[in-house]
Structure formats: structure tokens, C-alpha cells
DNA sequence: CCATCATATTCCTTTATGGGAATATGTCAA
DNA sequence: TTGACATATTCCCATAAAGGAATATGATGG
């Protein structure tokens, strides 16, 4: 054995949002649950690609799934991606700009505080 | 032509920090400026392995080099976490537990305070 | 100038994985 | 039941990229 190839990711949430096309995925599945056919209609690509992105972003639990008869509804589940935030977090107050990192605070504050209502 | 790959990642931060090793790396050097050799003894990996994490995280500007004879220090840009941190945001008001989600604001507060002095 | 240290690069092999096409599986409606 | 619809899976190909080993390049000190 030579070469050996890096570790395998599919079970990484850090890998499931580094393809540009899972993201895409999952900023629609947050606003709304929608069914496989729906993300085809939606996005243009194929139903097999639909499938396969959404099964490993699945296994991440980055979304979830409601069968309904033969329809499958996905759905984002954004809390999976805390081990990220918190990850960036430890980067976050080297950021350059204190006065404008405090402006972003308080943009945020003020969003979560909109989500609550 | 038959199969296509995915879309060359090396220019994408979230590609680049979906490598576990370049996540080392960066926390790493968040800390201090720190050498090749610097990273070679501390992480105990081969010295080229060492170079090429670091050639793809300079790529993304993720990590930045000033040369000094023949070390060439670099220390990570954490600025260039933003564009990860701002998509997290989107997804960031859909969590669950929004009492919890003001503690870790408060919290978020606070350490950025920290690091202004 | 040259031996040595510091770093980068090249070559090679292997693995992960994305996309396409075809097909399988599952479910409903008439 | 059966045909049509919804979704998942399999097979195949092409490529990105990680790790190892060897080597090249760069810079210093003596």
C-alpha cells in the first residue's frame, strides 16, 4: 500500500457543506421541507444527483426525512451545524475590527430575537 | 468524456478547512506565528505533508507567510473564516432553544471583549 | 564556495467521490 | 392488478487530492 487517500468524509458535517451544490441544497430545505421532486423542479438537476446529495447530507443529519406515501420530505436541520459555528467561534475574536464585530453582534442579537417571534 | 468530478475546491475556504489537518494547522497557528519546522515537531507529520496543507490553506488565504532567511513563518488569517461564518449565520436563527442561543450571544459578547484588551 | 539546514515540489499510488445512465424499489390511483 | 409516478440505487468513468519517497530549490554560516 503506497498511497493512502484522506479520511473518509462522507461522515463529516465540515465535508457535507464543502460541496457547493449541498449548500444550495440545504438553503432551501431551511426556508421550506420539500420533497425530492420539488428540489429537482426547483434547482434543475437531475433526480439521481438530487438523491445522492441529499443521502449524504442525511447521514450527517444535516437534514431530515418524512415519507409521506411515495413522497420523501426533507428537511434542513441547521442545528447540525453548531460543531461549525463553534469551530469558527475559537477564530472569531481575532477578527480584525472590534467596532465592527460589535455591530455584527448586535445584528445578531436583533435577528435571533426576530426568530423567536 | 463520460464521468465528471467535482469542481476543483482547492480556492475554497470551505474545502480547505474541511481537511481535519488543515483545521489543526490553523489552530495551531491562530496561537503564534509558527515555521515549517515549527509544525513539523509540534504535530510530528512529514515536513512536505506539512508544506502542501499549508500551500493549498495559503491559496485560500487562510494562513499568510513572511520569510525570514530560510523560515518562512505563517500565521493564520482568521478573516478569512468570514464568509464560512456568515453562511452559518443564515442558518443560525432556525436553532433550537433561543434562551440558550442568548446565553451563547452573551457569551459571544464577552469574548470578544477579551480580545479587545 | 560548500555543507547543512529549511522548505517546496515532483512523481507515484491509492482512495473518495461526483456525475451520467440505466435500473431497481416503492407507492398510489384508476 | 397495473401503469404511472416518486425515489433510491447500482454501475461506470473521470478526476481531485492525500500520503510517501525522493529530489529540487533556497538560504545561511563558516
Redesign the interface.
Known amino acids: 500500500m503506497a498511497g493512502m487517500a484522506?479520511?473518509s468524509?462522507t461522515s463529516?458535517v465540515?465535508?457535507a457543506?464543502?460541496?457547493?451544490k449541498r449548500?444550495v441544497i440545504?438553503?432551501k430545505l431551511?426556508v421550506e421541507q420539500m420533497s425530492v421532486t420539488d428540489l429537482v423542479d426547483a434547482l434543475q438537476w437531475t433526480q439521481p444527483m438530487v438523491s445522492k446529495h441529499l443521502k449524504v447530507l442525511k447521514e450527517v443529519k444535516l437534514v431530515a426525512e418524512t415519507k409521506v406515501g411515495r413522497f420523501h420530505y426533507y428537511r434542513?436541520q441547521?442545528?447540525e451545524?453548531?460543531p461549525?459555528?463553534d469551530?469558527?467561534?475559537?477564530?472569531?475574536?481575532?477578527?480584525?475590527g472590534?467596532l465592527e464585530?460589535?455591530d455584527s453582534?448586535l445584528t445578531?442579537?436583533k435577528?435571533?430575537g426576530?426568530?423567536?417571534e
Do not use: V
Not at 457543506?17 to 457547493?20: K, L, M, R, S, T
Not at 469551530?87 to 480584525?96: C, D, M, P, S
Open positions: 484522506r479520511i468524509t463529516d465540515f465535508s457543506i464543502a460541496e457547493p449548500r440545504l438553503e431551511l434542513a441547521p442545528d451545524l453548531r461549525i459555528q469551530w469558527i467561534h475559537r477564530f472569531e475574536k481575532y477578527w480584525g472590534a464585530n460589535l453582534y445578531d442579537i435577528s435571533r426576530d426568530a423567536r
